[in-house]
């Protein structure tokens, strides 16, 4: 019940409520984070994306069932695309010509991570044209060791 109180609290802008559902939550949210992406820098970006949300958008928390289920809930969504933006990383710095092609064509280790990064890829570009895909890529390559930008 008191975290109802706290929610409706946050809702309003109050910093001392969200910082006691943080200082209550934060373990399990870090934790969970940690052991999902392996990492200590992906768990505190999640960790810190989880929290967030919380912030920005209390009432999507306010429906669920229980405050550690709803966290836990959007720390796998935000693991999961953090994931995919990862194995997405790799794939196109082995090849970054890979947005023109039809289907990858990627010699890797592990062809089902080459699988999945292009999957979420497709998704992602789906309804994109061309030079929207390609901007896309840019976007995903920035940050990457040996991309340049101009």
Same mark, same amino acid.
């Given at each position: 019940m008191e975290e109802r109180v706290l929610l409706?609290?946050?809702l309003h802008g109050s910093v001392p409520a969200f910082r006691k559902l943080t200082a209550e939550y934060i373990p399990l949210v870090s934790r969970t984070s940690y052991r999902i992406m392996c990492d200590r820098s992906d768990s505190e970006y999640v960790t810190?994306?989880?929290f967030a949300?919380?912030?920005h958008d209390p009432l999507s928390y306010m429906e669920a069932?229980?405050? *550690? &289920?709803?966290?836990l809930k959007r720390t796998c969504i935000i693991c999961r695309r953090r994931l995919a933006r990862r194995r997405l990383y790799g794939i196109f710095s082995i090849h970054p010509d890979l947005f023109v092609?039809?289907?990858p064509s990627?010699?890797?280790a592990d062809e089902y991570i080459a699988r999945q990064a292009w999957e979420v890829f497709c998704r992602a570009s789906?309804?994109? *044209? &061309?030079?929207?895909?390609?901007?896309y890529t840019l976007h995903e390559l920035e940050g990457l060791p040996g991309s340049t930008s101009a």
């Open positions: 409706k609290g946050i810190k994306e989880v949300s919380l912030w069932d229980s405050m *550690s &289920d709803a966290l092609m039809s289907s990627v010699p890797s789906r309804n994109c *044209s &061309d030079r929207q895909r390609i901007l």
